[in-house]
């Protein structure tokens, strides 16, 4: 694939290294490429980051068809520059644009795009501890068509986001609501795909719990309002009785690149790894017998969440005194470790930018 690079005429300052934030900074350049149905994807270029100008009709405002992931770049001991399973990050994009009937794409030729902007960009990956350079890959149909149907064209586009330590005060278990009104998604509906309409899905709820003094929601299923699904923007993990229970991939989950890796990590451990359906009921029972020994979540923006309490109703489910757990730590220690380069990755996670 050629890329087209356009340079901007004047970079932007580079911004304090403490005071980075989440998602409200982002880099002088950006990957764009086209689609169009009939001549595949097309016009690939780098160029500097700027408004898209769609039309109001375009299809992505009305229909949500629009997917994206999260992954992220780190600055190394040594200064280098790598990247964490990104190869998993877009072959889980293509999964997602198959739900949402979205062309896909050549994942080496992706990988190449974002090795290219990476390097153009190389400046903007802070190296203060914990910080990272954020990647947001997304397409979403832009054709000016006001009809229910599969997009004819599509951009597919990467920008890039220096984001701060998440934690800064260091790692502090959270209180989570269990959701029991609201659903966000069912088997056979788009919950294991990463698309916009999920996320929307889940705003009120998220907004309710943090009105109520809780930092997320533990999401049920959507047919019993039962079984643990996920939390907000995270996987769940539970540790019981000594194994380490998380709930199966059933077609609403998200597959997490990071629950793979806290899986494999585990068993690593001699943590036994279970996968199945967990009734919240008797997950509460198990409680209150003393056998829950560890909650915590997982995902690209926390790596490892703990939690400290679970609300649901008027039942509350206290974790390890709300203190971190020994697990939590160990895999949070190790996963940034192998992400940041402190450690040697025996996995072949790591991808360095050469």
């Excluded at 597919?156 to 220096?162: Q, R, V, Y």
């Excluded at 560890?294 to 206290?318: D, K, Q």
């Amino acid at each position: 694939m050629e890329i087209h690079l356009e340079q901007v005429q004047q970079r932007k300052p580079k911004p304090d290294e403490t005071k980075l934030g989440f998602g409200q900074i982002f880099t002088d350049h950006m990957f764009t490429m086209a689609f169009t149905r009939g001549e595949g994807w097309h016009n690939a270029k780098i160029h500097p980051y700027a408004p898209f100008s769609l039309e109001p009709s375009a299809m992505v405002f009305h229909y949500a068809q629009t997917v994206f992931e999260g992954l992220k770049a780190y600055r190394t001991p040594d200064g280098a520059i790598q990247l964490f399973r990104p190869r998993d990050n877009f072959l889980r994009m293509n999964k997602s644009c198959e739900r949402m009937c979205i062309p896909s794409f050549d994942v080496d030729q992706a990988l190449l795009a974002l090795r290219a902007l990476l390097r153009v960009e190389s400046a903007w990956v802070p190296s203060a501890p914990d910080t990272t350079l954020y990647i947001r890959p997304t397409i979403m149909a832009v054709d000016p068509f006001l009809g229910v149907r599969a997009g004819d064209r599509y951009i597919f586009f990467i920008i890039l986001s220096p984001s701060g330590a998440y934690y800064p005060q260091g790692m502090a278990p959270v209180e989570i609501r269990v959701e029991d009104a609201y659903v966000r998604a069912v088997r056979g509906g788009i919950g294991f795909a990463k698309a916009g309409g999920n996320y929307a899905a889940s705003i009120l709820a998220g907004e309710n719990a943090k009105h109520q003094g809780f930092t997320q929601v533990l999401w049920l299923d959507g047919v019993h309002q039962r079984y643990i699904e996920e939390v907000g923007s995270m996987n769940i993990f539970f540790k019981v009785r000594g194994e380490l229970w998380t709930p199966a991939l059933n077609g609403s989950i998200l597959p997490g690149i990071t629950r793979d890796s806290v899986m494999r990590l585990a068993e690593a451990e001699g943590i036994p790894v279970v996968e199945k359906a967990i009734d919240v009921y008797e997950l509460f029972e198990a409680g209150a017998r003393g056998e829950v020994e560890e909650i915590f979540g997982s995902g690209t923006a926390a790596v490892v969440s703990p939690v400290g309490a679970l609300r649901l109703g008027e039942r509350e489910l206290i974790i390890n005194n709300k203190e971190i757990g020994p697990l939590s730590q160990k895999l949070y220690t190790t996963l940034t470790d192998i992400q940041f380069g402190r450690m040697k990755d025996p996995y072949g996670w790591i991808k360095r930018l050469e």
